[in-house]
């Protein structure tokens, strides 16, 4: 064992002394890898290597993320070496970091072998303590995908929780690749897991036709709906701000139903949160026919009940910046439905109103 | 007593969107609407020409105008001046100077600084002065509750040198101050008046009004608390105040949930002195103190201050004896008024029926303003629905 002494004596300056401090580490690097079936092995590779140098070699490991423009996105050390070492929080020590890492890259690779999904939710459950957030998580996924340089976060098998519902008077298959999802009939079922290549297909019955498919912004509406066993429209909802594979399901059935189904809806809430919703959706489902619920549609029936069907509110100041906000984002789309949803945002700011859609329903 | 007045023109689908605002001025009827763009229809009109034919379309904001305002002046060396001013629904305001040879708007700039085009503006309004000494100015409100007011000289000849050049450069606005919202947490301005005996009232959508005086821009008057309190869905956002010609007096419109109200208070000591209402029972005396059943948007005097129009949700425009507080006349607007069936709208993009077109704006129009039979010796009302119309009035019979 050498004492501080024998390294000073080695060393003629303070770069050469903590040169001679640093240890001898050895790099894993994450590289790109040029096809989605390459993962396993990249990953088994990266975990060999990590295990190697910790167990036999008793070399630390300093792992790396370059990116394609050659900077490195960030470095980690086990067991942590170096100078740059401040802990703020026990998530930002670096060996937390690096249990994160593995572990998700662990059931990445299991996932991927066996060909399962999970989701963020179920991957968060099985280690709570060590992962702390499902926000680790997705920025962990992250991190791999732009490593890896994948196109989709997706291609890694863990995605999101679904959020999105489905209500149909039919069955509806989910076919992705070989395996064959069902949507049941007459059940509310949670939107299904989605690849790229996935086929939507509406069974046909010849006594049941599908008149339209409805988007609703609440699932309070959707059960109401659902409640009454409409058999002619197929319901959907977002449960508010819908994700991202709400609108893909919704994307792909389209593309496969449009010439059957003729009438794709979207009601949400007169607020400037229902039209950024009904905003978010048209993003990528453009076709989608906005029907309210507009301030003059929940006005009317107030006037025809005479009395309060239901409350309109005030907007407040953040309801005021959203409108203004959006009214400039809607403002640059030249097609027939940012029109309408002109429309109703500037009566919502002009009115200084919002109503709920629930109304609209409750009879 | 009772007044009467009779349809002279219509134009229907006159904008693509809601129009917002009506300005008056001698040459135009000023439109500002949600499609983005003002409209000056020609107020002369020959016996058989139509509005339709007759106006002048200028393009201002993608987000579309709520507010429109206009000065209309005799500047020194003769100069008329007339400089349309809009707000958007970005929250910026524009100005617009009407070029009498080439019959179209340019855009001018009277702001000093760019910052102004970041704020969020709602509503703006003129005053003109009739004084040589005394400024012009313009007052503007944004979503925050501030009221801004500039003075606005456009020629100042205070060097005591004669310019006779005709392309002389204006003058921009003068920031005369600021007044923050009457409550610590930011509240919309909904509405803003100046008078000519140096008040200016802004209006709140919490149920507020401040009165100040325009020269120290130091609060005289709070006026608040009307309608009923303390029912959840009770709102009683001010949508309109108006100061009567001379001053005296001040009319505020706002809420009392879904009903509007109008009341009056003189100017002097902040005296509320009465509402215009209508019997909301029949046969009855008036319960609740309601002018329209539906939100009031907007309130308009006579040139002369005795009569006070006012419109409504509940598509009417009705008007008011002020001495009186009596209605004087009630116009019930539907759809189908509008005197080409091609340009009647029964139905908005969304397909919520337009049958009975909210009323969002009406002003007075004074004498001699509009052309037609009795127009010089009668007064008029021009109002503009939800139905993308744009309707012109003039009182029945003269003398």
Same mark, same amino acid.
């Given at each position: 064992?050498?004492?501080?002494?024998?390294?000073?004596?080695?060393?003629?300056?303070?770069?050469?002394?903590?040169?001679?401090?640093?240890?001898?580490?050895?790099?894993?690097?994450?590289?790109?890898?040029?096809?989605?079936?390459?993962?396993?092995?990249?990953?088994?590779?990266?975990?060999?290597?990590?295990?190697?140098?910790?167990?036999?070699?008793?070399?630390?490991?300093?792992?790396?993320?370059?990116?394609?423009?050659?900077?490195?996105?960030?470095?980690?050390?086990?067991?942590?070496?170096?100078?740059?070492?401040?802990?703020?929080?026990?998530?930002?020590?670096?060996? !937390?970091?690096?249990?994160?890492?593995?572990?998700?890259?662990?059931?990445?690779?299991?996932?991927?072998?066996?060909?399962?999904?999970?989701?963020?939710?179920?991957?968060?459950?099985?280690?709570?303590?060590?992962?702390?957030?499902? !926000?680790?998580?997705?920025?962990?996924?992250?991190?791999?995908?732009?490593?890896?340089?994948?196109?989709?976060?997706?291609?890694?098998?863990?995605?999101?929780?679904?959020?999105?519902?489905?209500?149909?008077?039919?069955?509806?298959?989910?076919?992705?690749?070989?395996?064959?999802?069902?949507?049941?009939?007459?059940?509310?079922?949670?939107?299904?897991?989605?690849?790229?290549?996935?086929?939507?297909?509406?069974?046909?019955?010849?006594?049941?036709?599908?008149?339209?498919?409805?988007?609703?912004?609440?699932?309070?509406?959707?059960?109401?709906?659902?409640?009454? !066993?409409?058999?002619?429209?197929?319901?959907?909802?977002?449960?508010?701000?819908?994700?991202?594979?709400?609108?893909?399901?919704?994307?792909?059935?389209?593309?496969?139903?449009?010439?059957?189904?003729?009438?794709?809806?979207?009601?949400?809430?007169?607020?400037?949160?229902?039209?950024?919703?009904?905003?978010?959706?048209?993003?990528?489902?453009?076709?989608?026919?906005?029907?309210?619920?507009?301030l003059l549609q929940l006005i009317n029936l107030n006037l025809k009940h005479l009395s309060s069907a239901t409350q309109l509110?005030s907007?407040?100041?953040?309801?005021?910046?959203?409108?203004?906000?959006?009214?400039?984002?809607?403002?640059?789309?030249?097609?027939?439905?940012?029109?309408?949803?002109?429309?109703?945002?500037?009566r919502?700011?002009f009115f200084q109103k919002?109503g709920?859609?629930?109304a609209?329903?409750? !009879? | 007593?009772s007044?009467?007045?009779?349809?002279?023109?219509?134009?229907?689908?006159?904008?693509? =969107?809601?129009?917002?605002?009506?300005?008056?001025?001698?040459?135009?009827?000023?439109?500002?609407? %949600?499609?983005?763009?003002?409209?000056?229809?020609? *107020?002369?009109?020959?016996?058989?020409?139509?509005?339709?034919?007759?106006?002048?379309?200028?393009?201002?904001?993608?987000?579309?105008?709520?507010?429109?305002?206009?000065?209309?002046?005799?500047?020194?060396?003769?100069?008329?001046?007339?400089?349309?001013?809009?707000?958007?629904?970005?929250?910026?305001?524009?100005?617009?100077?009407?070029?009498?040879?080439?019959?179209?708007?340019?855009?001018?700039?009277?702001?000093?600084?760019?910052?102004?085009?970041?704020?969020?503006?709602?509503?703006? +309004?003129?005053?003109?002065?009739?004084?040589?000494?005394?400024?012009?100015?313009?007052? =503007?409100?944004?979503?925050?509750?501030?009221?801004?007011?500039?003075?606005? *000289?456009?020629?100042?000849?205070?060097?005591?040198?004669?310019?006779?050049?005709?392309?002389?450069?204006?003058?921009?606005?003068?920031?005369?101050?600021?007044?923050?919202?009457?409550?610590?947490?930011?509240?919309?301005?909904?509405?803003?008046?100046?008078?000519? *005996?140096?008040?200016?009232?802004?209006?709140?959508?919490?149920g507020?009004?401040?009165?100040?005086?325009?020269?120290?821009?130091?609060?005289?008057?709070?006026?608040?608390?009307f309608g009923i309190q303390?029912i959840?869905q009770n709102s009683n956002t001010v949508r309109a105040?108006?100061?009567?010609?001379?001053?005296?007096?001040?009319a505020v419109a706002n809420d009392s949930g879904s009903f509007g109200c109008v009341a009056l208070?003189?100017?002097?000591?902040?005296?509320?002195?009465g509402n215009l209402t209508v019997p909301t029972h029949s046969g009855q005396s008036s319960v609740e103190s309601f002018a329209h059943s539906g939100w009031v948007f907007a309130l308009s005097? *006579?040139?002369?201050?005795?009569?006070l129009a006012t419109s409504g949700y509940d598509s009417k425009v009705r008007v008011w004896?002020? +001495?009186?507080k009596e209605r004087v006349t009630t116009l019930n607007i539907t759809a189908?008024d509008?005197?080409?069936?091609?340009?009647?709208?029964?139905?908005?993009?969304? %397909?919520d029926s337009l049958k009975y077109p909210p009323v969002l704006d009406v002003?007075?129009?004074? +004498?001699?303003?509009?052309?037609?039979?009795?127009?010089?010796?009668?007064?008029?009302l021009?109002c503009v629905c939800l139905d993308?119309?744009?309707r012109?009035?003039?009182?029945?019979?003269?003398?």
């Amino acid at each position: 064992m050498k004492s501080l002494a024998d390294f000073m004596d080695k060393a003629e300056c303070k770069t050469a002394l903590l040169e001679e401090l640093t240890p001898k580490s050895r790099d894993i690097l994450f590289s790109p890898v040029s096809k989605a079936e390459d993962i396993p092995f990249m990953i088994q590779s990266i975990l060999s290597l990590a295990s190697v140098s910790l167990q036999h070699q008793q070399e630390p490991i300093k792992i790396q993320f370059p990116l394609q423009d050659g900077k490195n996105l960030m470095t980690l050390t086990l067991p942590f070496f170096g100078k740059k070492f401040k802990l703020k929080s026990r998530n930002t020590k670096p060996s !937390r970091k690096v249990a994160i890492l593995f572990n998700i890259l662990n059931t990445v690779k299991n996932r991927l072998e066996n060909g399962q999904v999970s989701t963020i939710r179920d991957l968060y459950y099985s280690n709570v303590e060590l992962y702390e957030n499902q !926000r680790n998580i997705s920025f962990w996924l992250s991190i791999l995908t732009r490593s890896f340089r994948l196109p989709s976060k997706d291609l890694l098998n863990i995605i999101p929780a679904q959020k999105g519902l489905i209500y149909s008077p039919i069955k509806i298959m989910v076919i992705n690749n070989e395996k064959v999802q069902i949507i049941t009939p007459f059940e509310t079922t949670l939107i299904p897991y989605l690849g790229d290549n996935t086929k939507i297909v509406l069974s046909k019955q010849a006594n049941v036709h599908i008149n339209r498919v409805l988007v609703l912004e609440k699932e309070a509406i959707f059960s109401k709906l659902v409640s009454s !066993r409409n058999s002619d429209q197929i319901l959907i909802t977002g449960k508010g701000y819908p994700d991202f594979l709400t609108r893909k399901f919704l994307k792909l059935f389209h593309e496969s139903e449009k010439e059957s189904i003729k009438n794709w809806d979207i009601i949400t809430d007169a607020d400037p949160h229902g039209v950024n919703i009904t905003f978010i959706y048209m993003q990528t489902n453009t076709y989608l026919n906005y029907c309210g619920a507009t301030l003059l549609q929940l006005i009317n029936l107030n006037l025809k009940h005479l009395s309060s069907a239901t409350q309109l509110l005030s907007l407040d100041q953040r309801d005021v910046s959203l409108t203004k906000t959006l009214l400039g984002r809607v403002s640059m789309q030249e097609v027939a439905q940012a029109s309408k949803l002109k429309v109703a945002l500037q009566r919502q700011m002009f009115f200084q109103k919002k109503g709920e859609m629930n109304a609209l329903y409750s !009879r | 007593m009772s007044k009467v007045f009779i349809s002279t023109t219509n134009c229907g689908k006159a904008h693509d =969107a809601d129009i917002f605002k009506v300005a008056i001025s001698i040459p135009f009827t000023i439109t500002a609407s %949600g499609d983005g763009y003002i409209k000056l229809w020609k *107020n002369k009109l020959l016996e058989n020409e139509q509005p339709r034919d007759h106006y002048i379309s200028q393009f201002i904001n993608k987000t579309g105008v709520h507010h429109v305002d206009v000065f209309h002046s005799m500047e020194a060396e003769n100069l008329e001046l007339l400089i349309i001013t809009c707000v958007s629904f970005s929250g910026e305001i524009s100005f617009w100077q009407f070029d009498f040879n080439e019959k179209k708007l340019n855009r001018i700039e009277l702001f000093d600084s760019p910052e102004w085009n970041k704020k969020s503006f709602w509503a703006i +309004k003129w005053l003109k002065s009739d004084d040589q000494v005394l400024s012009h100015r313009l007052a =503007a409100t944004d979503v925050k509750g501030t009221t801004y007011v500039w003075k606005f *000289n456009p020629f100042p000849k205070d060097d005591g040198i004669e310019n006779t050049d005709k392309t002389m450069t204006m003058s921009k606005l003068q920031l005369q101050g600021e007044m923050p919202p009457p409550s610590a947490e930011a509240v919309f301005a909904t509405c803003v008046d100046m008078s000519h *005996n140096g008040l200016i009232a802004t209006g709140f959508a919490n149920g507020t009004i401040v009165v100040s005086q325009l020269s120290t821009l130091r609060p005289l008057y709070n006026f608040e608390g009307f309608g009923i309190q303390g029912i959840e869905q009770n709102s009683n956002t001010v949508r309109a105040v108006k100061f009567s010609p001379a001053g005296s007096l001040l009319a505020v419109a706002n809420d009392s949930g879904s009903f509007g109200c109008v009341a009056l208070y003189e100017t002097q000591f902040g005296e509320r002195i009465g509402n215009l209402t209508v019997p909301t029972h029949s046969g009855q005396s008036s319960v609740e103190s309601f002018a329209h059943s539906g939100w009031v948007f907007a309130l308009s005097f *006579n040139s002369t201050g005795e009569f006070l129009a006012t419109s409504g949700y509940d598509s009417k425009v009705r008007v008011w004896d002020v +001495k009186s507080k009596e209605r004087v006349t009630t116009l019930n607007i539907t759809a189908g008024d509008i005197e080409n069936e091609d340009d009647i709208l029964l139905e908005d993009e969304n %397909g919520d029926s337009l049958k009975y077109p909210p009323v969002l704006d009406v002003s007075f129009i004074n +004498k001699g303003i509009r052309s037609g039979m009795n127009s010089d010796v009668n007064e008029g009302l021009c109002c503009v629905c939800l139905d993308r119309s744009i309707r012109w009035y003039r009182e029945a019979g003269g003398n």
